[in-house]
């Protein structure tokens, strides 16, 4: 089955800085990943997703990119903000089938 | 709307009791699913209901059984709880069967298995 390996687990920054979350797949049949922010307490919410006919995707301050032949995709967050502290997650999806989640990147801005 | 809720929002068992996690959306979605998180692991499926009257094991259904009651009801049921069921568990849901869509999570229920 599909492996999801994701790092950092942690990563402090400083406000305004930029942020870099990076997830590598195994499975080369992997066509959905979404990224998932975790505020403290809450539930998951899902903050972008890119799927593997694209090469990278914008948001505002987050961008997604994949790079399919190195079966790895990162998340950048730029300018950083307090209110972007939080746990985020990667997961990848072959063809519709069940997410397979990375195990999160606890993410600190400090002021 | 409310979205997707879950009840208890928190629950202590001891082993061996049984219990029932409630999961209901009001978004007219098609396919629920329920997962648990531990500390320092991601979000993994236990079972999932692709539409009204099925439903599929995950990736850690071993001791659990699930009910697609209806359309907006899926339930997650420990016959007999074990610490190590002891998790934070999501409902989730999404409009269309597939994984590929944007998941929906209630808020979650903490348990404690002792």
């Known amino acids: 089955g599909e492996n999801v390996e994701q790092h950092p687990s942690t990563l402090s920054v400083q406000e305004g800085d930029s942020a870099v979350i990076k997830c590598t797949y195994s499975d080369s049949a992997s066509n959905y990943f979404p990224w998932y922010k975790q505020e403290l307490g809450k539930r998951p919410q899902l903050i972008i997703d890119i799927r593997s006919n694209v090469g990278e995707k914008k948001d505002q301050r987050i961008a997604v990119t994949l790079n399919k032949t190195a079966k790895h995709f990162s998340l950048h967050i730029t300018e950083t903000q307090p209110e972007d502290s939080a746990v985020y997650f990667c997961a990848a999806s072959p063809h519709g089938r069940a997410l397979t989640f990375g195990s999160g990147t606890r993410l600190q801005v400090q002021p | 709307n409310a979205g997707v809720t879950q009840t208890p929002k928190f629950q202590v068992l001891k082993t061996g009791q049984s219990m029932t996690l409630q999961c209901a959306q009001d978004?007219?979605?098609?396919?629920m699913y329920w997962y648990r998180q531990d500390p320092g692991m991601g979000l993994r499926l236990i079972y999932y209901s692709a539409s009204e009257g099925t439903t599929d094991k995950g990736e850690v259904p071993n001791g659990y059984n699930v009910s697609r009651l209806n359309k907006r009801e899926f339930s997650l049921r420990l016959e007999s709880a074990a610490p190590s069921q002891t998790s934070v568990y999501f409902c989730?849901?999404?409009?269309?069967?597939?994984?590929?869509?944007?998941?929906?999570f209630g808020p979650g229920t903490r348990l404690t298995v002792l």
């Open positions: 989730a849901s999404t409009p269309a069967g597939g994984f590929d869509n944007e998941q929906f």
């Open positions: 978004m007219n979605h098609n396919s």
